[in-house]
């Protein structure tokens, strides 16, 4: 991962080595990271110019995670926002309609979600299964930091029952655990 050899490598290369880096920071819940990385990902794709728009709302979307994150609801949300264009702009509806539900999952549940809804009917329609138990996971923890625990276990319920259908051992442990933390 060193820098130096990286530098050397085409506009894309690097794009995605940034982004990759962001990813890692934002695993190891490192904001100040993220966003450097993610930052520096977006200028390469802003001034490559056209055509580079799913790259930017890729590095766009890591920053407002990450903001949100850090910063909860006195984050710049626009950030989610812009992605959520930039994908559509580059044809990348679903990716399109994950930023707008990344959005609404790092504030605290405000009720049904028709996004969220479409969100997983258009993952589980097309087989994406990791990113369905990635997003019922997501939904729990929302539920679980604003005390409801009882639509927590609902979800936490609901993604071992697709990571089961799904074969995914190394989730269907953690939301065992996850479950089991609760009981």
Not at 2 to 23: F, H, K, M, N, Y
Not at 35 to 53: M, P, V
Not at 155 to 169: I, K, P, S, Y
Request: aromatic share 6%; hydrophobic share 45%; with cysteine.
């Amino acid at each position: 991962l060193s820098r130096a050899d990286w530098e050397t490598q085409p506009t894309g290369v690097r794009i995605q080595w940034l982004v990759l880096l962001a990813e890692i920071e934002m695993a190891r819940i490192n904001p100040d990271a993220v966003r450097l990385h993610a930052t520096e990902a977006e200028r390469l794709a802003h001034a490559a110019g056209k055509g580079w728009e799913h790259e930017r709302a890729t590095a766009l979307l890591l920053k407002a995670q990450s903001d949100a994150y850090q910063w909860g609801e006195l984050a710049d949300r626009s950030q989610f926002d812009e992605a959520a264009r930039l994908f559509t702009e580059a044809g990348a509806d679903i990716d399109a309609l994950h930023a707008k539900v990344t959005a609404e999952l790092s504030l605290p549940p405000s009720g049904p979600s028709a996004q969220l809804d479409s969100l997983l009917a258009q993952t589980r329609a097309g087989g994406y299964r990791s990113m369905e138990i990635q997003l019922l996971r997501r939904v729990a923890f929302q539920h679980y930091n604003a005390g409801d625990l009882v639509e927590y276990r609902k979800r936490l319920e609901q993604a071992l029952a697709c990571a089961t259908h799904a074969g995914d051992a190394v989730a269907q442990l953690s939301l065992d655990v996850s479950l089991l933390n609760e009981d």
